[in-house]
């Protein structure tokens, strides 16, 4: 059984991932825009590469961040031709100055994950995923629980290995 430390701290944790996530990723697009004039398809193909192929981020979480940025005055934008391309303004490049350090984590980061550090766990991960939901569709309720059981198990070993339970 989990305590209820350990809910507190996952609900805490994934609330506070999901801001840092949003800031680290608003960082990256202003960092992706630093040296040139895109539209949202290259900034997403930038980020892209920067992963090493890891990760894709969609439009709908590029477009939307642009927009934004653009509304708090860090980026410019002008339609050309089909395609509204963006760069930053003086206060954009200001933010990238004075967050150069996180952005260079980030950057590390990102690095790693293009080397394939915990490679094998990510597979891992991966497989399992794909096979839950290639079973999904026919998975009862008996099957179901029987699945998250064995899951809810191999999260608490996890969670014990990673406290140095034994």
């Known amino acids: 059984m989990i305590s209820l430390d350990i809910a507190k701290k996952e609900k805490f944790f994934s609330a506070e991932r999901k801001a840092i996530a949003r800031r680290a990723f608003r960082l990256m697009v202003l960092k992706v825009l630093e040296n040139d004039k895109m539209n ?5 193909r930038t980020m892209e590469s920067l992963f090493g192929g890891n990760y894709t981020p969609s439009p709908g979480l590029v477009y939307p961040t642009l927009r934004v940025l653009e509304k708090e005055g860090l980026v410019s934008s002008e339609k050309i ?3 509204r391309y963006y760069w930053l303004t003086d206060a ?3 933010l990238l100055a004075d967050r150069k350090e996180e952005i260079e984590g980030l ?5 790693e994950l293009k080397c394939g ?6 597979k891992t991960i991966e497989r399992l995923l794909r096979t839950i939901y290639v079973y999904l ?7 179901e629980a029987q699945v998250v059981e064995i899951l809810e198990g191999v999260r608490n070993k996890i969670i014990s290995i990673m406290e140095g339970e034994k």
């Open 117 to 122: 550090k915990h490679s094998e766990l990510k």
């Open 107 to 111: 950057l590390e980061r990102m690095k």
């Open 137 to 143: 569709p026919e998975m009862g309720e008996a099957k």
């Open 81 to 83: 031709g089909g395609s």
């Open 92 to 94: 954009g490049k200001k």
């Open 40 to 44: 949202g398809y290259e900034v997403i």
